[in-house]
DNA sequence: TAGTAACCGAGACGGTACGTCCCGTCTTTAC
DNA sequence: GTAAAGACGGGACGTACCGTCTCGGTTACTA
């Protein structure tokens, strides 16, 4: 599921080997710099300066500063991914999202919309972060809403995908459009609202 | 309604008075540049040049480039708000959300999602095309709702503004987040799942 | 006579004029650190420093760094050739070469040398300091050997082209090739065998 | 008389020896790229590419790129350097010089000037191909010089570093420093000149 | 015939300079 | 005062080549 921006096939031996200490040292200071300054500012010299790379070594791995930064983001984030299960599809959710809004309002989250926006010119760099981090929270989500029709508190003809869109879609809305932030009532009454027309007797 | 980014005119009277024929230059330049080349790609430079307009004066009138191509974009769209009023909320609903989807899907709408990702950067910018693109738009949104609200089609405590979000924001997360497109089937199922959960019997 | 390198025909007069200030900056900066440090280690981005200028200025005005260095060096010397007139065709051209030996093993002449080498690889320039410093003193000469030959001291149909290189050569020569300095023993010596071969009687 | 680059070689003995035939790929691969693309243009990536030997290889026996391609070009120079002696001292030298002047202008001889000029920066180059290309030279033309005194055409007490100084230089300065070629009219007469200044009756 | 020292290819790496691009400001003259 | 023309400082970009290094693997003397 993982997919990883470049790590050339592990197998090749000939030649001196890639240092780990090098790759980690940029992605250390580009991180840094993104947290301090913000994706705008971060700037591919300021990250050689700052991990004792030459340019050169960071363009020979990265095509360019989106995905240094953005694998960057990816290397901090040790992000074990928790899968809610407590029964009920409402509190699931409700796990889910609020986690998820925690995080994105959070310093290090507020990166998730920068990269959002700079993937709008960057179709590639879209591509990546969709992979690597959309997709595997979908994939929880896909998973709490089949548990939900297995028990039956869901309709059997249930479009999930939608279903999801359905209760992550005003997040990102409020964040990107909006500028706002959403608390737990929102989430919690979205969350109801939305339930009613996904259950069995609808 | 309508907030303009610059006007500051009204009461001078000094001096020679600005030139409407350049401003219009600029205008009908830089949109046609933002066709052109999208947002990243249009330069001041090549507004002045193409518009036949010193770059001083562009930079007397608009604080930047955000600035300029927003206000083209907005001098473009002739932008008559038709508010639809078929006496059913699905129907006005679709009516708006479809009219919304083939623009934003259009070659001239695509601008719009280059502005929301520059905004992400630029509060200045988000506040603008906020309060000219988006706060129309939800005050049109606002109306159909209460007026199904008045008929006794929706709930008489709902959470218009959360309505607004459910209907709209799957749209944007799609766009923005997907990169897919949505079609008239999406729509039409996306509406009818929000609107059990908000109508008057659920 | 004067051939300059840039400065695009003064009749401009819409638009900022372009600063003398800045020019000589540039230029004073490109000189003082050729004397410093020699032409290899000048460095565009060295000049624009010394000289709180931009790279970009520096571009926009010289093609490159070999440019605005020779330009450099010409704008130092204030180089007011000297004619030597001495009634003895000996006498000045021993003046115009032992002037010319000492200044180019001075600090200041021995850029001559290294413009000489990187015009080598760089045909544009090699005209250039051709058109600048050595057709001028070429033509010194040529004065010099026709008044020897209007006094009757050299013979009528004497080649003054080959005379010249006959003079100026074993300088350039032993510069360039041996790496050796020549004293004024050797300029004498030289002067007396060559003008056997150009008198009158010989 | 022969100075080599490098040999070190001579007295070890221990682990495995130099391969022969990776030297002669880094010189045969050095040569041609001189040829192709002049010394500015040769790199040390390209040569390794070429040959098919790792960098490291190259520099462990070459100082760098000026000592690679000045040994490619004695290496592929096999020069035997041909001693005029027609008993004419005029015809020695003819036949000296415009055997220098035709290698000097063909393709594989205007390595030479760019050696020159590479010189100008690195007296290590200049020494070393002082050593190797003009001492040779001017010690064929102090034989031809003393042979001509010996039969009593030159001045006994001549100057035999000045006479060479004085036939080749013109050679060098036109090539350098005027970038002109010269032909076999322009040294006959150049012979002829000097010669006038050297002879036993002048 | 086994060790071992030196050789060698592959290629990663730090460093330094290059020349370009665009931003937003400033400085002229002309109207 | 408005405007065109265009010079300018600033700052980042991505590229190129240098010379050094670190691997793994090879080769041929010497013990």
Redesign the interface.
């Known amino acids: 599921m993982k997919i990883l921006v470049n790590t050339k096939t592990e197998g090749n031996r000939l030649g001196r080997p890639r240092s780990e200490k090098t790759r980690k040292a940029i992605l250390v200071a580009a991180y840094e710099l993104l947290q301090e300054s913000?994706?705008?500012n971060v700037t591919v010299d300021g990250i050689a300066e700052k991990s004792g790379v030459s340019k050169a070594t960071i363009y020979k791995w990265w095509a360019n500063k989106s995905a240094v930064v953005l694998d960057s983001f990816f290397d901090a984030s040790e992000l074990m991914l928790q899968v809610p299960d407590t029964g009920s599809i409402e509190e699931d959710l409700f796990m889910q999202v609020s986690n998820l809004a925690t995080f994105i309002y959070s310093d290090k989250g507020k990166a998730v919309?920068?990269f959002?926006?700079?993937?709008?010119?960057d179709?590639n760099m879209?591509?990546e972060y969709?992979q690597r981090y959309?997709f595997p929270r979908r994939a929880i989500s896909t998973n709490i809403f089949e548990r939900a029709i297995g028990r039956g508190e869901l309709k059997q003809d249930l479009?999930i995908e939608?279903?999801i869109?359905?209760i992550?879609?005003?997040l990102?809305?409020?964040l990107?459009?909006?500028?706002e932030h959403i608390d737990e009532n929102?989430i919690k009454?979205?969350i109801?609202?939305?339930?009613?027309?996904?259950r069995t007797n609808?």
Chains 1, 2, 3, 4 share one sequence.
Do not use: C, H, T
């Open positions: 913000g994706f705008k919309s920068e959002i926006a700079e993937g709008q010119f179709p879209a591509n969709r959309f479009d939608m279903g869109d359905l992550f879609s005003p990102f809305y409020r990107l459009i909006m500028g929102y009454k979205l109801s609202y939305v339930m009613i027309g996904l609808s």
